[in-house]
């Protein structure tokens, strides 16, 4: 995740951050119930 720090520095870190949650949740949810089927 890339900061910018140019536009909006009172808003980019709030928006990384939370759109860092909603990338990231998918991942964390998908990939341990994926390995669990493939085991």
Same mark, same amino acid.
């Given at each position: 995740? @890339? !900061?910018? $720090? &140019?536009?909006?520095?009172? &808003?980019?870190?709030? $928006? @990384? !951050?939370?759109?860092? $949650? !909603? #990338? $990231?949740?998918? @991942? /964390? @949810?998908? !990939?341990?119930? /994926?390995?669990? /089927?493939? #085991?």
């Amino acid at each position: 995740m @890339i !900061v910018d $720090l &140019k536009s909006t520095p009172h &808003k980019t870190p709030r $928006l @990384i !951050v939370e759109g860092g $949650l !909603v #990338n $990231l949740a998918p @991942i /964390f @949810i998908e !990939v341990p119930t /994926f390995t669990h /089927f493939k #085991n």
